[in-house]
């Protein structure tokens, strides 16, 4: 049996399907229409919208299974996520991935197998819309393309619901979708005794850039400042837009140097960003860093709070400067 591989974006995978917030929730009436229109569609015993977590594959909605979850290194939707098209085994005891599988010589004796990624917005694929039977078949091209319109819907539900979670402009996680994910992050470091720093960032200059240059250009800014977080912060970082001109990293296990290494080259870059709608640069930040140890936690509100104020003191003291 092959176990599926890791994908290389899985943090930041992770980190998008736990800040939906969806994990091990009851039953919605949306995604159960879908999987039991998928089953009477294709005429198959099983039809499931599986979410792939670290270790386990979680059923949101499931037809034709009593169970709400498997193993991820025994799932074949874990195989089905590295795809960007449907992944389909028309009889599994014949392909040498999974002929010894314990899904195929046990329950639910999976012989027929097609799963489509469900992949959201930003490229991450958090798990599949999966049809299965217990005897082999396969799927006409027709059929397949039915199994994508499928799946696309499920895929616009997650859309909408991370409306909630995300910020539309700069699509990177808001403060409902940075507070959830940044509890797991928090809890881990504590789990794992590791330390942590949380930057609190405001831009500069913010309301004079929309006030002299219009909003259009304000949105460039904080949409330009965005690229550079996904440009300079490590894959595991987690970071946010807060609100108006304010973001947020938290960096987990990295000392006070590294931490101000990647602000100064961050503030550096962002400085000297060529402006569009201005002669002069007046693009800059100030921010606060508030530490976090694992041995002695405290709240994410604290350490918000903290960084927030550090953050002010030091705009503050760049004014008393000019």
Same mark, same amino acid.
């Given at each position: 049996m092959d176990k599926p591989a890791v994908p290389l974006n899985?943090? *930041?995978?992770?980190?998008?399907?736990?800040?939906?917030?969806?994990?091990?929730?009851?039953?919605?009436p949306v995604f159960d229409r879908i999987t039991r229109l998928a089953q009477q569609f294709f005429s198959v015993p099983i039809c499931i919208i599986s979410l792939v977590d670290e270790q386990r594959q979680w059923f949101k909605s499931c037809v034709g299974l009593n169970v709400s979850e498997t193993?991820?290194?025994?799932?074949?939707?874990?195989?089905?996520?590295?795809?960007?098209?449907?992944?389909?085994?028309?009889? *599994?005891?014949?392909?040498?991935?999974?002929?010894?599988n314990p899904l195929v010589v046990g329950e639910p004796h999976i012989r027929f197998y097609a799963g489509c990624p469900i992949i959201l917005k930003s490229g991450n694929c958090i798990g599949?819309?999966?049809?299965?039977?217990?005897?082999?078949?396969?799927?006409? #091209?027709?059929?397949?393309?039915?199994?994508?319109?499928?799946? *696309?819907?499920?895929?616009?539900?997650?859309?909408?619901?991370q409306l909630a979670t995300m910020d539309e402009l700069t699509l990177?996680? #808001?403060?409902?979708?940075?507070?959830?994910?940044?509890?797991?992050?928090?809890?881990?470091?504590?789990?794992?005794?590791?330390?942590?720093?949380?930057?609190?960032?405001?831009?500069?200059?913010?309301?004079?850039? #929309?006030?002299?240059?219009?909003?259009?250009?304000?949105?460039?800014?904080?949409?330009?400042?965005?690229?550079?977080?996904?440009?300079y912060c490590r894959k595991a970082d987690l970071y946010?837009?807060?609100?108006?001109?304010?973001?947020?990293?938290?960096?987990?296990?990295?000392?006070?140097?590294?931490?101000?290494?990647i602000m100064q080259r961050l503030l550096q870059s962002f400085c000297n960003l060529p402006s569009s709608f201005t002669g002069q640069s007046i693009l800059s930040f100030s921010y606060g860093i508030a530490d976090f140890s694992g041995q002695q936690p405290c709240s994410l509100a604290k350490l918000l709070a903290v960084a927030d104020s550090r953050m002010y003191n030091a705009k503050v003291q760049k004014k008393a400067q000019l």
């Open positions: 899985e943090q *930041a995978r992770l980190d998008e399907l736990r800040s939906l917030e969806i994990l091990d929730t009851q039953r919605e193993a991820r290194d025994i799932s074949f939707c874990g195989h089905a996520i590295l795809q960007d098209e449907p992944f389909v085994i028309n009889d *599994a005891l014949k392909d040498k991935r999974f002929a010894d599949t819309l999966c049809i299965i039977d217990y005897k082999p078949r396969t799927l006409s #091209n027709k059929n397949l393309q039915a199994l994508k319109d499928f799946a *696309a819907i499920i895929e616009r539900e997650f859309a909408i619901l990177l996680p #808001n403060r409902r979708g940075f507070t959830s994910t940044a509890e797991h992050y928090l809890d881990l470091c504590i789990r794992q005794q590791l330390n942590a720093k949380l930057v609190f960032i405001d831009l500069d200059n913010f309301k004079y850039i #929309n006030d002299n240059f219009g909003h259009s250009a304000g949105d460039r800014v904080l949409k330009e400042f965005a690229s550079l977080l996904k440009e946010a837009r807060l609100s108006g001109d304010e973001f947020v990293i938290l960096f987990t296990d990295l000392n006070t140097s590294e931490c101000e290494t």
